[in-house]
């Protein structure tokens, strides 16, 4: 995990990333905004987990943790979209 951003994006925040929509069962990474300054737990970063539902501008990320169902609440600027409901849906059938 690096401490440091890439000299031309430091202190920049995407807006498309802040304000991105994501729906109900879609698969996400964690990935830390480095340029956001609060405490972001190290053991969150990396993992994957689905959406389970939006607290105001939040959302709820269900993330199994050793053999656990943990719920961790995350602004959508640390989330990026892996897969989509749909596409889970579609391998099923």
Known sequence: MAN???IRTKGKLQLSKYFQELNIGDSVAINREK????????????????IEGKRGKVYMVLIN????????????IHL??????EENNDKGK
């Open 4 to 6: 440091k951003k890439h």
């Open 35 to 50: 340029s956001i300054n609060f405490s972001f737990p190290k053991r969150l970063q990396g993992r994957t987990g689905k």
């Open 65 to 76: 943790d050793q053999n656990k169902e943990k719920r961790f609440l995350i602004e959508p």
């Open 80 to 85: 990026k979209k892996i897969k989509t409901s």
